[in-house]
């Protein structure tokens, strides 16, 4: 399974998403030092379960639900969590 | 010293500290890069540190704050986040409040 398939397969499973945008920038930083360690990844994730919760707790949850990022095969991910309503 | 009571000393020398990949000077990441532009931007003095220069502080800093990715700011002792919480919070307009309460 790709990355990009295992970024959405696990957060479908944990948040039930009503959106979710995965977006592949790794061909933009092909070259780049560190980018063997993985690629670079933006998510943008709309679900509920973000609401009432801080920015940075969002970022928590779903660095939870991806787990061991490098054995994942992301070496970078910017990340977008939004409750439904602020999209 | 362990590299955790290094973190602490380090979070306890300076109101605001950021971790990167590389300097303020030359970042050595897009990432980093934007977070160096940001607090800048602020009028933040930050204390920084090069984690691609120290594997142990790199390991030690993601068990510390249990938060896998670079850069990581601290302000007053605290994960603040990376780069997009930094993004947030400045179209927001906290990231400046942030900075001046601990520059007070």
Known sequence: MSTRAVIEQRLRAAFAPEKI??????????????????GHYHVLIVAPAFAGLSPIQRHRRIYEALGDLKLAGIHALSLQALAPGEH | MSIQEQIRDQLNGSSIVLYIKGTPQMPQCGFSAKAVQLLSACGAHFASYNILENPDLRQGLKEFSNWPTFPQLYIRGELVGGCDIMVELNQKGELKKLVDQAQS
Do not use: N
């Not at chain 1, 592949?24 to 063997?36: E, K, Y």
């Open chain 1, 21 to 38: 945008e995965i977006r592949d920038d790794s061909a933009q930083h092909a070259g780049h030092a560190s980018a063997r360690e993985g």
